[in-house]
Nanobody, 130 residues
Framework: QLQLVESGGGLAQVGGSLTLSCVASGGSLDDYAIGWYRRAPGKEREVVALISRTARRTDYADSVKGRFTISRDNSKSTVYLHMNNLKNDDTAVYSC???????????????????????WGRGTQVTVFS
């Protein structure tokens, strides 16, 4: 069973940067598309960024386009979320989720729905202050 552990969260000033890591164990990360999601206080969980298992396809929420970059290093079983120009609204618990897409017809498939996620990490807190 795949296990995901996030790290890299913490405090950052508005305009600052953080890089989150999602490390997988118990399976081959390159069998999975990965998404970063976040839940802000009092709000529903929302998708932030997605990356296919091949890394050839990525997708971002409109609110983070141009500021966040998702990447992966399958040799290190790690997916990253590079966050720049942070805003107060980015404050949330960030979690990574894995969707088994090894058998998908399209190797660049990324899950459009959160319900497709098979495994979740516990999350890491990001707090942006002015």
């Amino acid at each position: 069973q795949l296990q995901l552990v996030e790290s890299g969260g913490g405090l950052a000033q508005v305009g600052g940067s953080l890089t989150l890591s999602c490390v997988a164990s118990g399976g081959s990360l390159d069998d999975y598309a990965i998404g970063w999601y976040r839940r802000a206080p009092g709000k529903e969980r929302e998708v932030v960024a997605l990356i296919s298992r091949t890394a050839r396809r990525t997708d971002y929420a409109d609110s983070v386009k141009g500021r966040f970059t998702i990447s992966r290093d399958n040799s290190k079983s790690t997916v990253y979320l590079h966050m720049n120009n942070l805003k107060n609204d980015d404050t949330a618990v960030y979690s990574c989720g894995a969707d088994l897409t090894r058998y998908a017809y399209d190797p660049d498939y990324i899950p459009p729905f959160e319900s497709e996620i098979d495994y979740w990490g516990r999350g890491t807190q990001v707090t942006v202050f002015s």
